[in-house]
């Protein structure tokens, strides 16, 4: 009995996936507070690459979609990115943790089977955003995480 509802219970975490597609995601915010990010990791599976972003007491609202070239937020220069393809991750009313993430840009180059780098392409009036820079253009989910609040994009291969 107990093994029978472990099964259910895992089938049922799988099913709250959403797919894999090329087109624009986005989630709603669970926090009326400025989110703060404190960690960007990734990393990589059989069929697809990570990235979470960790967040502080909720998530922000959160949006991700393909773009032909990501440009820092203020300036609107480009983020010079490996690949040939590029999504752009945006979250609003959030703001970066330098104490933890660094005083730096946040950057990570993984080199993976689909994500090749993360940079940080702003944080400005309240916005944070991302690009990941692709060796394709393929389908790609976002989602939420809770304990502790993430905000998950996988990449697949």
Not at 13 to 26: H, I, L, N, Q, R
Not at 31 to 41: D, F, G, I, K, P
Not at 50 to 67: H, K, L, M, N, Q
Not at 129 to 143: D, Q, T, Y
């Amino acid at each position: 009995m107990i093994r029978s509802a472990l099964i259910g219970l895992v089938l049922a975490a799988g099913a709250s996936t959403p797919p894999f597609t090329v087109f624009a995601k986005a989630g709603p915010a669970t926090t009326s507070q400025t989110a703060v990010l404190e960690h960007v990791r990734v990393g990589r599976h059989s069929t697809f690459d990570r990235v979470v972003f960790e967040f502080r007491a909720g998530t922000p609202a959160w949006s991700a979609r393909y773009v032909p070239q990501v440009v820092h937020d203020g300036s609107g220069l480009p983020v010079r990115l490996p690949g040939t393809a590029f999504l752009h991750v945006v979250f609003r009313h959030t703001r970066v943790d330098r104490a933890s993430a660094g005083a730096a840009p946040i950057t990570r180059t993984p080199r993976f089977g689909g994500l090749v780098q993360l940079k940080e392409s702003g944080d400005f009036e309240g916005v944070v955003s991302f690009g990941l820079g692709l060796r394709r253009k393929v389908g790609f989910r976002g989602f939420r995480m809770t304990s502790p609040s993430r905000v998950v994009i996988d990449v697949a291969h």
